[in-house]
């Protein structure tokens, strides 16, 4: 039992590695240590999430103008975050390692469920 445990942990060091070793990963957590300096850019990051956060709410609430109001001022805040210098490049890049791990997620539970059914 001992050794099939140690090489789903071997296997499980692999994917951590091969993930942080990733060029795009990479690339993203450089540009997140930069963005992180930079507290022009938090605040507004901040204020995004505040207003996502009212999108949301106002969704679940069935507010259909409201929503309409917060859809708009989360679009003008993006557009602004992303006048600055590095970050549609940050978004796109958060965009494409979601769509990484999501695709990772359905391999592993596409494994287990085939390894449970065997």
Do not use: C
């Amino acid at each position: 039992m001992v050794p099939v445990r140690r090489n789903r942990m071997n296997e499980k060091e692999k994917l951590l590695a091969m993930i942080r070793e990733n060029p795009s990963i990479r690339r993203y957590r450089q540009l997140e240590a930069i963005i992180n300096q930079d507290s022009e850019i938090q605040v507004k990051m901040d204020t995004l999430k505040q207003m996502q956060q009212q999108l949301v709410n106002a969704r679940e609430m069935n507010k259909k103008e409201a929503v309409k109001h917060f859809e708009q001022q989360v679009e003008t805040m993006i557009e602004t975050i992303e006048d600055y210098p590095l970050m549609s490049e940050y978004f796109a890049l958060q965009s494409d390692i979601n769509d990484m791990m999501k695709a990772i997620m359905e391999i592993l539970e596409t494994g287990i469920n085939d390894d449970w059914e065997q």
